[in-house]
């Protein structure tokens, strides 16, 4: 069975930082694309980070450019998501997500349309 399983989400200050870990089975991640998505309490799923299989190049929504840092290790078949910096406003439910290279560089909602395993996705809360 090919899937994903996220980890590390919680309960963090603003201001404080989380790691996530998002561990692949049943495929090898190292030729796929990798994606970060989010999607917070009566909002629409927001893709945020991606980064190739070959060449490590990663893309970074707005909302979280210079906070987070994807990255991945094709020998652990894990991908992680370094968050920094984190407001109240990134509190959501995390999703990793794989995919066609080919995807890199599409829109945030293209790209989500065509990602191939998903996880279940870990909660963050940022709050005081």
């Known amino acids: 069975q090919k899937q994903f399983v996220e980890s590390g989400g919680g309960l963090v200050q603003p201001g404080g930082s989380l790691r996530l870990s998002c561990a692949a089975s049943?495929?090898?991640?190292?030729?796929?694309?990798i994606g970060w998505f989010r999607q917070a309490p009566g909002k629409e799923r927001e893709g945020i980070s991606c980064?190739?299989?070959?060449?490590?190049?990663?893309n970074y929504a707005d909302s979280v450019k210079g906070r987070f840092t994807i990255s991945r290790d094709n020998d652990k078949n894990t991908v992680y998501l370094q968050m920094n910096s984190l407001k109240p406003e990134d509190t959501a439910v995390y999703y990793c997500?794989?995919?066609?290279?080919?995807?890199?560089?599409?829109?945030?909602?293209?790209?989500?349309?065509?990602?191939?395993?998903w996880g279940k996705g870990t909660l963050v809360t940022v709050s005081s």
């Open positions: 997500a794989a995919g066609s290279n080919l995807l890199f560089g599409s829109s945030w909602p293209a790209l989500a349309h065509g990602m191939d395993y």
């Open positions: 049943g495929f090898p991640i190292a030729y796929y694309a």
């Open positions: 980064i190739t299989s070959s060449s490590g190049r990663t």
